[in-house]
């Protein structure tokens, strides 16, 4: 079994995730508050976000925030799954040596 690098693998998920968030940021700013719901309905299975969503637009310094905020979110999920990923597979090559 592979060895997954979890300081590379949390870069590249965090990194993603960042990227996602940032495109939520551009649609969102582009699009009326109406369709803003809409949209994150659908993402949401249907739960009413109405209630809850930014009808002015976000600030720069927000928006920074956010994007820092989840890549650490994203970076940590990241780096947890490989390192449990890696602890499995050494239970496996410890495994299959004592047959």
Known sequence: MYHINIKRFGLAVGTTIAIIYI???IVTSFISPE???????????SVDVSAII?????PVSEVIM???EWFIIG??????IAAIYNTGTKQSKLNSANP
Do not use: I
């Open 75 to 80: 970076w940590l999920a990241g780096a947890s």
């Open 23 to 25: 495109g939520c940021v």
């Open 35 to 45: 369709r803003t719901v809409a949209f994150v309905n659908n993402l949401m299975h």
């Open 54 to 58: 930014r009808k002015t637009p976000m």
């Open 66 to 68: 956010g994007v820092v």
